[in-house]
């Protein structure tokens, strides 16, 4: 099974480093895990092909693509229904890596299908896919200190110790990737729960 993982975020330099694009954060990183590096596509997204892990005998292990949106986060859903339609993968084997206020901050979930929660780059995703069978990684990143808008909080820049944690937590999520890819998503989801 190939496992197409998209993550979320906005494009260009003002967005890299919030935590709105962790989604990016975390993919960029499992494509330098992986040997991977991104292409543009045509679906309007940046694309990498990687293998990871190992197979049987040391044969390369299970084929994943990854992909970062070159679209507002509130948009995520024309593109990312074209690459599962390019890539010949379904809602089963699509997974989502997304921001979450909602989820205490350095927290990591995954979700198969439900709702969005109010995260506009999901809702786009289930609108244009007809499904919400996908599963998701959710990013934990708190909620704001104090009355900071919500909208400040998720699109300011992370710099120093605060950059260095959310690079550490980016690196915890592509070992859920690595599971979720190399044994089976139920799997995956029970080890990383059970862990905290």
């Known amino acids: 099974m190939t496992w197409l993982v998209v993550g979320l975020g906005n494009p260009g330099q ?8 962790v989604g990016h954060l975390v993919v960029e990183a499992a494509a330098r895990r992986f040997g ?3 292409k543009k596509h045509k679906a309007g997204a940046f694309v990498a092909t990687g293998r990871v892990g190992l197979g049987p005998g040391g044969a390369p292990g299970p084929k994943v693509i990854l992909a970062t949106l070159t679209c507002y986060m509130n948009v995520s859903g024309g593109p990312t229904s074209a690459l599962a339609k390019y890539f010949e993968v379904g809602p089963q084997e ?4 997304h921001d979450d206020l909602d989820l205490d901050e350095g927290r990591l979930r995954l979700k198969a299908g439900g ?13 244009s896919l007809g499904s919400r069978d996908y599963a998701r990684l959710r990013v934990g990143i708190g909620r704001p200190p104090g009355r900071q808008d919500p909208a400040d909080y998720v699109l300011a820049q992370m710099a120093g110790k605060k950059l ?3 690079e550490v937590l980016a690196q915890r ?13 139920l799997g ?4 990383l729960h059970s862990n905290g």
């Open 14 to 21: 003002k967005y890299e480093r919030t935590r709105h694009s």
């Open 173 to 185: 999520a592509v070992d859920v990737i690595e599971d979720v890819v190399t044994t089976d998503f």
């Open 94 to 97: 699509l997974l989502v890596v």
């Open 188 to 191: 995956a989801q029970m080890r």
């Open 115 to 127: 709702g969005e929660g109010g995260h506009n780059g999901l809702k786009s995703i289930s609108k």
């Open 164 to 166: 260095t944690e959310y």
């Open 36 to 38: 991977a590096s991104f």
